[in-house]
């Protein structure tokens, strides 16, 4: 097997996982608020309407080792408003 095929292979296989385990991932529940995360945004100079709280609605993952993960769907649904990583990222960690 060439390196190049092994590589395609792997990043395959890490598609595959990953698709499984988001479900289960979003699923967890989040410590914080959909209301902190949507002041976050809006105390950054963006308008926080309905679209940023159905974003911020995805609470944040948390891990057993106590630290939280960003829920993709939250980063993702910010991201369709144009809203910078730099504060979508501290944002959806609140929700």
């Known amino acids: 097997m060439t ?3 092994l590589k395609c292979t792997v990043a395959a296989a890490g598609v595959v996982v990953a698709a499984g385990a988001l479900p ?4 967890s ?3 914080a ?3 902190a995360c949507t002041d976050y945004v809006a105390k950054h ?3 926080a309407g309905p679209k940023v709280k159905e974003a911020c609605s995805h609470g944040a993952i948390k891990t057993p080792v106590g630290s939280d993960w960003a829920n993709p769907a939250c980063l993702l649904g910010l991201a369709k408003l144009n809203i910078k990583s730099s504060v ?3 944002a959806c960690l609140r929700a």
């Open 3 to 5: 390196f190049q095929r």
């Open 24 to 27: 289960v991932l979003a699923a």
């Open 29 to 31: 529940p989040a410590s």
């Open 33 to 35: 608020t959909q209301g």
């Open 45 to 47: 100079g963006y308008f």
């Open 88 to 90: 979508s990222d501290p």
